[in-house]
């Protein structure tokens, strides 16, 4: 185990994230926001999904991915569309979501980012994955990101 590599590859992750989400320089809003991101994700895939995405992240990343995560039998069917799971990220965020998301178009498009982002990092068939377990909506959203 080499944790000063790992921290080295998660800083630079987010570093990336940072300047993918419009926050360059701000490494602890794009970890905010990528770690509200992901959290909702996990509530809406399947946790054998979740676990395959997560496995593709950098070791600290994926800490951050799992910490809090209480696995239930199936996923949160209730977040059917782009407007509520871009809703579900900012609640997620809590207090300093005016700040990390801005108003609901800023916030929709900060999330457009942050999954193009990590399109770009996670092997397109575990993306596809992903987008089969999806409403149409959110699916589509994920396509155009």
């Known amino acids: 185990m080499n944790f000063e590599k ?6 630079e992750f ?8 419009g926050c ?4 602890k809003r794009a970890g905010r926001i990528l770690r509200s ?3 909702v994700l996990r509530r809406r895939i399947s946790a054998e999904q979740y676990m395959d995405l997560v496995s593709q992240l950098p070791m600290c990343i994926k800490g951050v991915a799992v910490d809090g995560w209480r696995l239930s039998a199936s996923p ?4 059917r569309s782009v407007e509520a799971f871009v809703q579900a990220v900012v609640a997620e ?5 005016q700040n990390d998301f801005g108003d ?9 980012r942050c999954f193009h982002f990590l399109k770009e990092r996670i092997a397109p068939g575990e993306i596809a994955d992903i987008e089969a377990e999806l409403p149409g ?3 589509d959203f994920l396509k155009e990101a």
């Open 6 to 11: 790992d921290l080295q590859k998660a800083n």
């Open 14 to 21: 987010l570093k990336d994230l940072a300047v993918a989400v």
């Open 24 to 27: 360059e320089g701000d490494e």
């Open 37 to 39: 991101v992901l959290r």
């Open 76 to 79: 949160d069917k209730s977040i």
């Open 93 to 97: 965020d809590g207090n300093p979501a």
């Open 104 to 112: 609901p178009a800023e916030a929709e498009e900060i999330v457009k």
């Open 137 to 139: 909506p959110i699916q």
